[in-house]
């Protein structure tokens, strides 16, 4: 059996209870995505998934670009715990990221809840430059 840090199974027990006790207020999903999400995938994402440059045909600056994934299919699945980007950053499958150490556990909690939450992103940052 894995083994999950408390976040991990808080968010796991959110989503087995369905989305209506999952689904924060809008406002509130997006001010926890502008603050524990968001600054994450900034300064430890967007150098090899950003607008720049595109591994594995994934971006993770946009809604949109998240929502599609890469080569290995959607990266997010809003409400899903186990979506591809969970199990990435937390190093619990084969694909590990980043590759040369693991984020912060407080991170990937962040970024667990968010998904399950909906994956909510603010509008004003939805469309990737290139498709502005």
Not at 88 to 114: C, F, N, S, Y
Request: with cysteine; glycine share 8%; hydrophobic share 40%.
């Amino acid at each position: 059996m894995k083994s999950y840090s408390f976040g991990v199974w808080i968010a796991l027990c959110m989503y087995a209870t369905g989305p209506s006790h999952a689904t924060p207020s809008n406002s509130a999903a997006l001010e926890r995505f502008e603050r524990d999400v968001r600054p994450v995938l900034v300064e430890h994402c967007y150098s090899c998934h950003g607008p720049e440059k595109q591994k594995s045909g994934l971006r993770l600056d946009s809604a949109e670009a998240i929502l599609q994934g890469g080569s290995r299919g959607p990266a997010v699945e809003p409400g899903n715990p186990v979506s591809l980007l969970v199990q990435v950053i937390a190093h619990t499958g084969d694909v590990q990221m980043p590759p040369r150490e693991k984020l912060p556990q407080e991170a990937i909690d962040a970024i667990t809840a968010w998904v399950v939450e909906g994956a909510h992103w603010p509008e004003y940052v939805d469309k990737p430059a290139s498709a502005a």
